[in-house]
């Protein structure tokens, strides 16, 4: 049997990058996935490759963050785990950063999971059965790079949540766990170090080159360490928000 054998999985932010390693996966490991996307024709794709159930969804609608849950639990009667995997990585600092540009920010990276997070949550409680959330975090939570302002204000949040949702969930069995990724070879990157950075077509060998491992992180690794923390293999740990990087945070040269 697969680690999510038997499991409804809901991973928002499905449809490219990080979130699309996790659906291969959790449908490698036995379970039913639904995901969203904002981009029909990358979801759909992605759906006739997996055969998973894909929700067109712009999560930057609170509204539409919540629906993601009620159409999973629509087509399969519940929800047992949840990743909140999109992201929004637009650069901005705290001298440049709009309203606008910190409000899509918040809309994203931590209003969206929250109301995802509350709908899963309430379908698990209603049913006083076990689940588990992810959060897909980001390691600039610890600080960042003053070009990650509101991003970092965003991701931070999501850490602070995920501690508070699952100290006030422990007792309904539902665990919820962070996973703090650093940077992380997907197309969203490549499109954000062109766009932002000037990078030209070799700066993912070069990028590579300058990290201790020899590589940046790989989303099929991520994917199959959100998949263990999804499933019972896991055990109790809850509360948990991992460092997934080759950065030593607090080490010093």
Not at 116 to 122: F, H, I, N
Not at 124 to 133: C, I
Not at 194 to 211: I, K, N, P, V, Y
Request: proline letters at 2%; hydrophobic letters at 45%.
């Amino acid at each position: 049997m697969g680690l999510l054998e038997d499991k409804v999985v809901l991973v928002n932010g499905g449809s490219q990058g990080v979130g699309a390693g996790i659906v291969q996966a959790a449908v490698r490991e036995g379970a039913t996935v639904v995901f969203t996307g904002r981009r029909a024709e990358i979801g759909e794709k992605l759906a006739a490759d997996t055969g998973a159930r894909f929700v067109r969804a712009d999560l930057s609608d609170a509204a539409q963050a919540r629906d993601s849950v009620v159409q999973a639990v629509d087509a399969y009667g519940r929800v047992d785990c949840l990743v909140n995997a999109a992201g929004l990585t637009s650069r901005g600092s705290l001298l440049d950063t709009t309203p606008e540009l910190f409000d899509a920010h918040i809309a994203i990276n931590l209003r969206a999971p929250f109301f995802a997070m509350q709908a899963a949550v309430a379908d698990m409680v209603a049913r006083k059965a076990p689940g588990t959330v992810v959060n897909v975090i980001s390691s600039a939570e610890h600080g960042g790079q003053p070009f990650l302002a509101p991003y970092v204000a965003a991701k931070a949040g999501l850490a602070g949540l995920t501690r508070n949702a699952a100290h006030a969930h422990r007792w309904d069995r539902v665990r919820i766990n962070g996973l703090n990724i650093g940077w992380t070879d997907t197309e969203g990157e490549d499109a954000t170090q062109r766009a932002f950075h000037g990078a030209g077509d070799d700066w993912l060998e070069q990028a590579a080159a300058s990290q201790p491992m020899g590589k940046l992180g790989q989303v099929d690794e991520i994917a199959d360490f959100v998949v263990f923390l999804l499933s019972d293999r896991s055990g109790v740990v809850t509360g948990s928000v991992i460092d997934w990087d080759q950065i030593v945070f607090g080490g010093l040269d």
